[in-house]
């Protein structure tokens, strides 16, 4: 039984049940990244055609930035890309909770690839990577503090990273409920509250879907934006 709103979030009010609707999303996800990325088919069908725009978005993006100087980079950022799409609009399913509504998920992609980004740049070019800390101009007596200043920034980076979308999606769900609750209350009570309450769950419900797709292309932009500062060989 949930106590409040924000049970839904805690992963042992479900026990059991919790766990293996994670695993039957995850085993999914899993089978449809196979059956989309294998060449199997002699000509387009239509998941190539569902898929091929995302991915030339995303593409046209990392050819932006830095993103295609490392190697293997830019096809993680594209899968990761098309994964949250598909992780977000799981989470609308009814009784699912999105697995990025969950701090520990958010944080071990965005964590793990900014560290990669971050000790890419230091192996190729440690100078490079040290003198971007300090910007150019500055006066001498400022330099500690803005080296001070801009190491604080970049070490948030992936932080406030993972935060944004695992908080946005959570206050997603968290109006659905509310006007759910909201609606099934003025059913009882009012025609007329229960009919604006239902045109408003219904234009939420598809402003949520497109939250869910804006979304995973933040997370994704900023993770190529981040590759901006990477050093170059010499």
Not at 60 to 88: A, C, E, H, P, W
Not at 100 to 110: A, D, E, R, V
Request: proline residues 3%; hydrophobic residues 55%; aromatic residues 12%.
């Amino acid at each position: 039984m949930l106590m409040d709103i924000f049970s839904s979030f805690d992963s042992y009010e479900f026990n059991s049940i919790y766990f293996l609707s994670n695993n039957i999303i995850l085993s999914t996800m899993i089978i449809l990244f196979l059956a989309m990325f294998t060449s199997c088919w002699l000509s387009n069908n239509r998941m190539n055609s569902l898929i091929l725009p995302p991915l030339n978005l995303m593409f046209n993006q990392l050819s932006r930035t830095k993103s295609f100087l490392i190697k293997g980079y830019d096809v993680i950022i594209s899968s990761l890309f098309l994964m949250l799409i598909m992780v977000n609009l799981m989470g609308m399913i009814p009784f699912v909770m999105s697995i990025s509504t969950h701090l520990i998920f958010t944080l071990s992609l965005g964590l793990t690839l900014w560290v990669s980004v971050i000790l890419s740049s230091i192996t190729l070019n440690k100078k490079e990577f040290i003198a971007k800390l300090l910007p150019d101009g500055a006066p001498d007596w400022l330099n500690p503090f803005l080296v001070l200043i801009e190491t604080v920034s970049i070490t948030v980076r992936p932080l406030t990273l993972s935060f944004r979308l695992a908080a946005n999606m959570s206050a997603g769900h968290i109006v659905l409920g509310l006007l759910g609750t909201y609606l099934s209350v003025a059913l009882s009570t009012s025609m007329t509250a229960s009919l604006i309450l239902l045109l408003i769950s219904s234009g939420y419900i598809l402003f949520e879907f497109a939250i869910c797709m804006i979304q995973a292309y933040i997370f994704c932009l900023l993770l190529s934006l981040y590759t901006d500062d990477h050093s170059s060989n010499h």
